[in-house]
């Protein structure tokens, strides 16, 4: 008689550990020095200050580098390309076409140091196949998707999929995104900037419309949140009960309105959070139009009151949308929520461990710390007292794997 003998062997995988001179963990107001960070596989297992480098680890040596979370950006649009026109370079593409340019979207997001990017209106639902490309690829960033905005029949953004009219249409749409399996609900409470017709400073949903969303959503257990630059559509989306505001500009025709009183109190009772347009990368040549540029004081104004007033402001920087917009575009964002009024450091939280708990990943995103996922950005000098230092990586590692930094030439690339 033959005896088989099965034995199962376990092997620990090869562990990691970085050093470099300063570490900001994602929530502390100071760096801690000298840091040595101990990665396992796709995990951190161990955060310490000048600690002993476990047995058989690869050391890497950062030398002056700061380590810190990757960022995380709750608004961006894989589907468009940082191109002077990416509404027509996106109806030039097919769906392939449109997804190979999303892939590298995201890669050079992911080499810019964002490594979780949420994805808030793509074209007929591309970014669930690029959601689950980045299940297997260590080289795109985590990813949560909305689908197509929920918008009005030629509304802002029409020509991405999916109008819907009415209360009954809009709850179809929500449920439509459900059961595609996004994980949130966008929906154009007012018109936007890019769609020609749209006004920004107009709504296009109504309260009915609105409450019909945000019930619809809230049934399927998942959060919305509204693109709203029209202080009538804020206050509508706020009263409808939306868990979240990207822009909130409170634009009128020809400038900004203040903040109404009762929707401070109402963002901050709620705990609503606010995705903040910030991120703007200098280019040559280039500039926001004109009646941004005239806004802007009025703009920083409001900002500086919400950040006062503890309202929950993290980075949607609407990445995509114009060459200043490129796909890390939040690398510039800290230095602009410094103008509001926060410090170096608020700026870092609130664009990783803040974002990453808006956005449901606060257990696993946006901190260096044991157990957390090791999305890690290095970065030459001190960010708190340099926000340049941003711009000169030395190491991005994306789920515990170090990415190849080398460009790629797409529009917007990091640099």
């Not at 999303?102 to 890669?107: N, P």
């Not at 018109?191 to 049934?219: D, F, I, K």
Request: hydrophobic residues 45%; negative net charge.
């Amino acid at each position: 008689m033959t005896t088989t003998t099965t034995t199962t062997v376990t092997e620990r995988r090869r562990l990691t550990a970085i050093r470099a001179a300063w570490l900001f963990d994602g929530v502390s107001g100071s760096l801690l020095p000298d840091p040595t960070v101990v990665l396992d596989g796709t995990a951190i297992t161990a955060v310490d200050a000048s600690g002993p480098v476990p047995e058989g680890a690869d050391i890497v040596d950062l030398g002056q580098a700061t380590l810190m979370p990757g960022f995380v950006d709750g608004h961006v649009h894989t589907v468009f390309d940082a191109s002077d026109d990416p509404v027509a370079r996106l109806a030039e593409r097919d769906d392939a076409a449109a997804f190979a340019a999303m892939t590298a979207f995201a890669r050079t997001a992911a080499r810019g140091g964002v490594t979780t990017i949420r994805d808030l209106g793509d074209r007929d639902y591309l970014s669930l196949g690029l959601r689950s490309a980045a299940a297997s690829d260590p080289t795109l960033p985590h990813l949560l998707v909305a689908g197509p905005p929920i918008t009005t029949p030629g509304g802002h953004c029409h020509f991405l999929g999916g109008p819907a009219a009415g209360p009954a249409e809009v709850r179809a749409a929500v449920r439509e995104r459900a059961e595609r399996g996004v994980d949130i609900i966008k929906i154009m409470a007012s018109g936007g900037n890019m769609t020609p017709g749209s006004r920004p400073e107009l709504p296009q949903y109504g309260p009915e419309e609105l409450r019909a969303a945000v019930a619809e959503a809230h049934r399927l257990g998942l959060k919305i949140t509204a693109h709203a630059h029209s202080t009538q559509a804020i206050v509508d989306a706020l009263a409808a009960g939306v868990d979240g505001f990207e822009h909130l500009s409170f634009m009128t025709a020809d400038g900004v309105d203040p903040i109404p009183d009762e929707v401070l109190t109402g963002l901050v009772a709620r705990g609503v959070t606010v995705g903040m347009t910030l991120g703007l990368k200098p280019v040559p040549g280039m500039a926001p139009p004109p009646g941004m540029v005239a806004r802007m004081p009025a703009l920083v104004a409001n900002g500086r009151r919400l950040f006062a007033s503890g309202v929950h402001l993290i980075a949607g920087t609407d990445a995509g949308i114009a060459p200043i917009k490129p796909p890390d575009a939040i690398r510039w964002a800290i230095g602009q929520f410094q103008q509001i009024g926060m410090t170096a450091a608020q700026a870092l939280h609130a664009c990783t461990a803040r974002a990453a708990t808006a956005l449901g990943l606060g257990d696993r995103k946006g901190r260096l710390a044991p157990g957390y996922d090791a999305d890690i950005l290095a970065v030459d000098g001190d960010p708190l007292a340099d926000p340049a230092a941003l711009h000169r990586i030395r190491a991005v590692y994306l789920r515990g794997t170090a990415l190849d930094l080398a460009p790629r030439g797409m529009a917007g690339a990091s640099g």
